[in-house]
């Protein structure tokens, strides 16, 4: 059994998607960033870091896990799916999940910090982080011409990034003239999985969302 902490933001999807694509079963801890229960002695016992997601495997002597991509790499390994065994098709895998950590999360992460949330708006801070969040669009673009997925089939890579991308009206980052990449967000809606991990935990409203910024992860 998997213990699941997290709560409704991309990072904390990238698991819920996960664990229903691995068919895993868990159990949901869904906790309350804008209360800082992230920062509660309990959890950084799991997270120094103090942030979400968070597991804890039970059948592998409670061990705890966090940061979304080495959860991700662990539920794979775990299972023998959504990662490819031989090293070429590993290595493709994890070179789009690490361009999701180290590029698509950030700056989308950043984008919204400065176009929703920040009390004082910095044009040229907003454009920095949406022009960044667009040109890696159309990296993704690019990539998806004549694929389905990232890579040869569905990996962690594209749950890593879907989260993110679904939601690039929020981070003020349009996806016009992104066919490829449009399609892919689409296509990846359609899955059964996806949209029941999207609803782990329940959608957070607005106001609910402002309320958290300053706690949500930007990775």
């Not at 002695?41 to 080495?70: T, W, Y």
């Not at 662990?74 to 070429?88: F, H, M, N, Q, S």
């Not at 999360?105 to 929703?116: D, E, H, I, L, S």
Request: aromatic share 8%; proline share 6%; with cysteine.
């Amino acid at each position: 059994m998997i213990h699941l902490y997290t709560a409704a933001t991309p990072n904390g999807h990238k698991v819920s998607i996960a664990l229903e694509e691995l068919a895993l079963p868990y159990t949901l801890h869904s906790l309350d960033l804008g209360a800082g229960e992230q920062k509660q002695p309990e959890f950084l016992k799991l997270n120094p870091n103090g942030r979400i997601p968070a597991i804890v495997d039970a059948d592998n002597d409670d061990f705890a896990v966090f940061e979304s991509g080495a959860i991700l790499i662990y539920l794979a390994e775990k299972t023998g799916k959504l990662l490819p065994r031989d090293v070429k098709g590993r290595s493709e895998v994890m070179q789009w999940l690490m361009f999701q950590m180290g590029g698509v999360g950030p700056m989308m992460g950043q984008a919204n910090v400065f176009y929703r949330y920040f009390p004082e708006k910095i044009p040229a801070a907003i454009q920095r982080y949406q022009n960044e969040a667009r040109r890696l669009c159309e990296v993704l673009n690019t990539r998806l011409q004549g694929r389905e997925y990232l890579c040869h089939e569905l990996s962690i890579a594209d749950i890593a990034t879907w989260p993110w991308i679904r939601t690039h009206d929020w981070s003020g980052v349009s996806l016009e003239g992104l066919e490829h990449l449009q399609a892919w967000v689409q296509r990846l809606a359609e899955r059964p999985a996806f949209a029941k991990g999207l609803e782990v935990p329940p959608q957070t409203r607005d106001e609910d969302r402002v309320k958290s910024a300053q706690n949500i992860v930007v990775k």
